[in-house]
């Protein structure tokens, strides 16, 4: 059974950095599948973040493209996500997820990212 | 960038009752790239239909997905009370970006 846990600081300050990581346990990170984060802004909808797939293509969304970072560790099984210079508008909780067939189809809890001066 | 409205913001229905929900591309769309999600309050969304028709694992065969082109259709029959939740709609483009709809929420009338 395919399980992803998000952990990281829950509170950045503006024009920092945030990051995060996914711990993926019941599947090889390694594995042909891409991997996505994906945030939710309080009281809002989401936003893909981006995708990134072992040894291949990274794919973001153009919208945060020069902020956002998605990489991942084999030897940790896991997914990583950097977003730098950010700013109250980024507060969020933010998943990371499996892709499947053009959808994603297990997510993790998800964890509250504030961003707060 | 192509957008997803969906429609109504907010059904009101009562248990038993069928709930139908749409959800409109911009512009015409392979059905293949389309997915539904159901998110309840303080959870992560679940995966419901991919392939805009077909069942995720585990999900009871009263959710079923349809459409094709710019228009498609998520209906649940026979609502239980574990089917009040919010329920969003998913495109993956040729340029390889997921986009959501903005949400319908489906409540207790």
């Known amino acids: 059974q395919v399980q992803l846990q998000e952990s990281g600081p829950g509170l950045v300050k503006t024009s920092g950095t945030l990051s995060l990581t996914c711990d993926v346990s019941?599947?090889?990170?390694?594995?042909?599948?891409?991997w996505s984060w994906v945030r939710q802004p309080p009281g809002k909808g989401l936003e893909w973040l981006g995708q990134?797939?072992?040894?291949?293509?990274?794919h973001y969304n153009p919208s945060l493209k020069s902020r956002v970072t998605i990489s991942v560790d084999k030897s940790k099984n896991q997914l990583s996500l950097t977003l730098s210079s950010v700013t109250v508008g980024d507060t969020a909780v933010y998943y990371c997820?499996?892709?499947?067939?053009?959808?994603?189809?297990?997510w993790g809890q998800g964890t509250l990212v504030t961003v707060s001066s | 960038e192509i957008v997803l409205t969906q429609s109504p913001g907010t059904l009101s229905l009562s248990p038993g009752e069928t709930a139908t929900l749409s959800c409109r591309a911009s512009?015409?769309?392979?059905?293949?790239?389309l997915a539904w999600y159901q998110q309840k309050p303080g959870q992560a969304p679940r995966l419901l239909i991919y392939?805009?028709?077909s069942r995720a694992t585990g999900i009871p065969d009263r959710f079923s997905g349809s459409g094709s082109g710019t228009d498609f259709t998520l209906t649940i029959s026979r609502l239980e009370p574990e089917d009040f939740a919010v329920y969003c709609c998913?495109?993956?483009?040729?340029?390889?970006?997921?986009?959501f709809g903005q949400g319908t929420k489906v409540e207790i009338k």
């Open positions: 512009q015409s769309v392979s059905s293949t790239y």
């Open positions: 997820t499996r892709n499947g067939a053009k959808c994603l189809d297990h």
């Open positions: 392939g805009a028709s």
């Open positions: 990134v797939l072992h040894g291949g293509p990274t």
């Open positions: 019941g599947h090889s990170i390694t594995s042909d599948n891409y």
């Open positions: 998913q495109l993956y483009d040729d340029s390889h970006l997921y986009t």
